[in-house]
């Protein structure tokens, strides 16, 4: 987390412009729709959740998340595919949207009560926090009707684009942590 190197002379303040900061990119990036390996939609929006949080902590990750989601479904086009709504909390998509609060809480918290930084470990928050994401979302649409698919199979069938978006989060974290701590790189 590197919330303490900002050095903020009024932390609720400024805590509030970077979950309003959090909140615009992920409405930003949010639509955004990308295939991946020919047939498979891959959207940021899952490591953007787990992002923001991981690197300035579960309160400014939570505030980001529930703002995005106020956002959508108040009517932004700011869903997968500019999808916007409270009908989409409702429908096969509604467990991952409500995910995306609770993983940014908990990967926060996790990477708040680090007492030593590493980047690894950042990377394991950030595919455990999409993990999350995932889990909690299968389990909402396996809730509200049949699925086809097992379980491992939709599971092989994201975990390539979890990965890619896992590694997209991590380049990111160094680069903060960098900018930052003015992190010499070792040679």
């Known amino acids: ?106 990967v926060g918290t996790l990477a708040s009560s680090l007492t030593r930084w590493k980047y690894g470990t950042a990377t394991l928050l950030l595919l455990a926090g999409q993990g999350l994401i995932v889990g909690l979302g299968l389990l909402w649409q396996r809730g509200i009707g049949p699925v086809e698919t097992s379980w491992m199979d939709t599971l092989a069938r994201l975990m390539p684009a979890i990965l890619v978006k896992t590694a997209l989060g991590a380049i990111v974290v160094v680069f903060v942590g960098r900018l930052l701590t003015k992190h010499e790189v070792e040679s």
């Open 1 to 106: 987390m590197f919330q303490k190197h900002l050095k903020l002379s009024q932390p609720w303040r400024e805590g509030a412009g970077m979950g309003l900061l959090g909140a615009g990119l992920r409405c930003w990036m949010g639509p955004k729709v990308w295939m991946f390996q020919g047939n498979l939609p891959i959207t940021p929006q899952s490591l953007l959740m787990v992002l923001w949080g991981v690197l300035w902590g579960g309160p400014i990750g939570l505030l980001a998340s529930a703002l995005y989601l106020i956002a959508g479904g108040l009517g932004l086009p700011v869903f997968a595919d500019g999808a916007h709504g409270w009908e989409h909390f409702m429908g096969t998509t509604g467990g991952f949207l409500l995910a995306f609060p609770i993983a940014s809480w908990v």
